[in-house]
C-alpha cells in the first residue's frame, strides 16, 4: 500500500497504517486535493495485503476543521451546479471509500472534529476521544444541509434520530462526554495516551482473524439495507466463507491444544 502521498500523512508498520491530516497550524482542514487523495487511497486499501487496521488520527491537538475556508468554501462559492455536484460526489466518495474499504478503521479525536472532519470520524468503525474533542456537523452553520456526505443516514444509526436530528439542525458541538454517553465514541482517554491507545486497539484487531474483520466490516456496511431474513442468509454465506479459511482451522487446532490461536488471515 502507497505510504508516499502528498496531501496527508501515512506511516504504515507491522500491518497498521496510520494516517493523519497534515495542516496542524490550521487545525488541519481539508482541501480539493486532500479529499481526492484520501478517496484513492481508501479505495485501493481494499487491495493492500499489508494493511489490516487504519488508524485516522489527529495532529496537532486537533482531528479536522473540515473543508478549508478560503481552499473551498470560497471557490465553491464561484462554480457552477455541474461543478458543485462534481465536488459534493468526491467528497460522498470518501465516505463510501472508508466504509467500503474493508479494514476496520479507528478514528483518534483530539480538540476540534468539526464539518466534513466529524463526517470521517462518523464514518469510521470505532472511535476514541480525549476529553477537549469538540465534534460538530456544522453544515447549517454557513448555510448548508445537515444532509452532507451520508450524516442523515450514518448518524442516526450511531447516536438515534433525536439525537442526530440536534445536532444536524442546530449545528451546535457534541461534547466528549455526549458523544461517550451517545455511543458515537466508544471511550475517552486522556490526550498524551490517546495515539498509544488507538494503536493498542488496532494492534488488538489486527492480532484477530483479518479476513473475517474483512466480511465483518462488509455485513455491517450491506446489512443497512437488507430485511431481517435477508440479513440472516447473508450472514449465513459469510459465515459459510469463513469457516473455509485457514484461520478457522488454526482457531480450532489451538483450542484443542488449549493454546492461543495465531491468526493469518487467510
Known amino acids: 500500500m502507497r505510504s508516499d502521498v502528498k496531501h496527508f500523512i501515512c506511516d504504515i508498520k507491522d500491518g497498521i497504517a496510520t494516517v493523519r491530516l497534515d495542516r496542524p497550524d490550521r487545525k488541519n482542514p481539508l482541501t480539493f486535493d486532500s479529499y481526492a487523495e484520501m478517496r484513492d487511497w481508501f479505495r485501493d486499501l481494499v487491495y493492500a495485503d499489508d494493511v489490516d487496521v487504519v488508524v485516522f488520527g489527529s495532529n496537532g491537538g486537533n482531528f479536522s476543521s473540515g ?27 470518501l465516505v463510501k471509500a ?17 464539518g466534513a472532519g466529524a463526517i470521517i470520524a462518523m464514518a469510521s468503525d470505532l472511535r476514541i476521544a480525549t476529553p477537549e474533542a469538540k465534534t460538530a456537523f456544522l453544515f447549517t452553520r454557513v448555510g448548508l444541509a445537515g444532509c452532507d456526505m451520508g450524516a442523515c443516514a450514518i448518524l442516526p444509526r450511531i447516536i438515534g434520530q433525536t439525537r442526530a436530528a440536534e445536532l444536524l439542525y442546530t449545528g451546535r458541538s457534541m461534547s466528549a462526554d455526549e458523544g461517550e454517553r451517545w455511543g458515537f465514541f466508544n471511550r475517552l482517554t486522556g490526550a498524551d495516551a490517546l495515539e498509544a491507545d488507538a494503536l493498542k486497539l488496532a494492534q488488538q484487531i489486527q492480532a484477530g482473524p483479518n479476513f473475517a474483520h474483512m466480511m465483518t466490516k462488509t455485513m455491517l456496511a450491506q446489512e443497512w439495507a437488507m430485511s431481517i431474513e435477508q440479513a440472516i442468509e447473508a450472514e449465513a454465506q459469510a459465515q459459510a466463507i469463513c469457516m473455509q479459511t485457514g484461520d478457522f482451522e488454526r482457531a480450532y487446532k489451538a483450542f484443542v491444544a488449549k493454546e492461543r490461536p495465531v491468526f493469518e488471515g487467510d
Open 67 to 93: 473543508g478549508d475556508v478560503h481552499d473551498i468554501i470560497g471557490p465553491l462559492t464561484k462554480m457552477n451546479m455541474k461543478e458543485l455536484l462534481r465536488f459534493t460526489r468526491m467528497t460522498g466518495d
Open 98 to 114: 472508508i466504509v467500503n474499504c474493508g479494514k476496520p478503521v479507528i478514528a483518534a479525536v483530539d480538540g476540534i472534529c468539526v
